[in-house]
């Protein structure tokens, strides 16, 4: 049964979210730890080196979760080079050993912000001053395709409805739609395939 999750994720404001996240998403017999690094270039800068040190002695009943934002980039290229990371240091992927895995890679798309837009009620029950329909309207109906950056369009909104008129601060709005954000609701497909990974790697067992 794996017992413990080590979670790699680009920057501070994804580490807030899932702090209040995942303690309803892990079951309480699970640990997990958050390592936040200084934006998505630092992650992918030093992703073979941490790699590498967790293959030297990574327990069978722990898992790997990296996660960064898609942002502009070809989502299967990127993909594609954190897979070929883990590979040259011998850590076995949910994409190449599904059966049997150590380490999953998730893409936020295209940003964490998209998850927000997902679950729409969690950001109203935090935001009352925002509008109920967004998600109706066609720029926010796929939360994973709304053009123009998700955080800017966030923001945008918020600020249009009286909140944060000053800028938006990432890791309060992060901590706080992180404790109350519903993974059974969010429309995400980005989000739903991260939450899956998780609920996979918590409920199977060692990997040897």
Known sequence: MTRHLEILVEEPSMEAFLRGLLPRLVPSDRTFEIYPFQGKQDLLDK???????????????????????????????LKQRMEQI??????????????????????????????????????RAAYPRVPQRVPNQQRYRNPDAIAGGTWEAFEQLLQRYGHFKGGLPKIEVARTLGATFDPSRCRSRSFACFRDA???????GDCT
């Open 47 to 77: 992703l073979e080196g941490r790699l590498r040190g967790y293959a030297a002695w990574l327990p069978s009943d722990w898992r790997i979760v990296v996660v960064v934002d898609r942002d502009d980039d070809d989502c299967r290229q």
């Open 86 to 123: 883990a590979s040259r240091v011998r850590l076995r992927t949910r994409s190449c050993s599904p059966s049997c895995w150590q380490l999953v890679n998730r893409i936020a798309i295209e940003e964490l912000e998209a998850w927000y837009f997902g679950d729409w009620e969690a950001v």
């Open 198 to 204: 998780v609920l996979e790697a918590v409920q199977t």
